[in-house]
């Protein structure tokens, strides 16, 4: 119960101080590239729940029908804008509105896309014992991820083999450890990685 207060009540606040930045970058997505400033996609929730999941489009218009990973600053459906709001992280703000409808965490297991949640073992399903979070133990180990896979001979390969069986290693350490202590810990970790890469 505490937790969920604690993620209205910082979400909340951080849309309403953000709503110019976040008007901002919604013109910038649109005005650099056809089609609308956000991007909606099927992640499974807690209790294995379809919500859409909200971002700022990063990509061309029919971008993911090429394939659902994507792999750096290479990727070619990856527009200037886009690659900018990836590298800062900046595109994951719209999430804080999954935040307020419940579909979302601040801090949790990232959610992941049906396609990967049917890979998942017994064990690893317990990751969806809790609302998924905007960041998490995960997303700051691995904010590096695109890059890393750019550089596989097979970047699906790798995501499935070694990439999400370690996120989610740290998913179910999350899981089982979670406190408000913690996720004010792993939001301020999150801020300062966002940071120190800009």
Do not use: C
């Not at 993911?64 to 459906?77: M, S």
């Amino acid at each position: 119960m505490l937790k969920r207060a604690f993620d209205i009540l910082f979400a909340a606040a951080l849309l309403l101080f953000l709503s110019p930045e976040l008007l901002v970058l919604a013109l910038a997505v649109t005005l650099t590239s056809p089609g609308s400033a956000f991007f909606t996609q099927e992640r499974v929730g807690k209790g294995g729940r379809v919500f859409r999941l909200l971002k700022f489009r990063t990509m061309r218009p029919g971008s993911e029908a090429q394939g659902q990973l994507t792999i750096g600053g290479r990727d070619p459906r990856i527009t200037s804008v886009g690659y900018f709001l990836r590298k800062t992280k900046l595109d994951e703000l719209p999430q804080l509105w999954n935040v307020l409808t419940g579909d979302m965490s601040v801090v949790g297991p990232r959610p992941e896309v049906p396609k990967y949640v049917a890979m998942y073992s017994a064990d690893q399903r317990h990751v969806l014992s809790v609302r998924p979070g905007i960041t998490g133990m995960a997303s700051i180990n691995y904010i590096d991820e695109n890059e890393m896979l750019a550089r596989s001979a097979d970047p699906e390969r790798t995501y499935i083999e070694e990439v999400m069986p370690a996120k989610l290693a740290l998913d179910l350490k999350y899981v089982r450890e979670r406190s408000i202590l913690l996720d004010l810990r792993i939001i301020l970790s999150t801020l300062g990685k966002v940071l120190g890469g800009w």
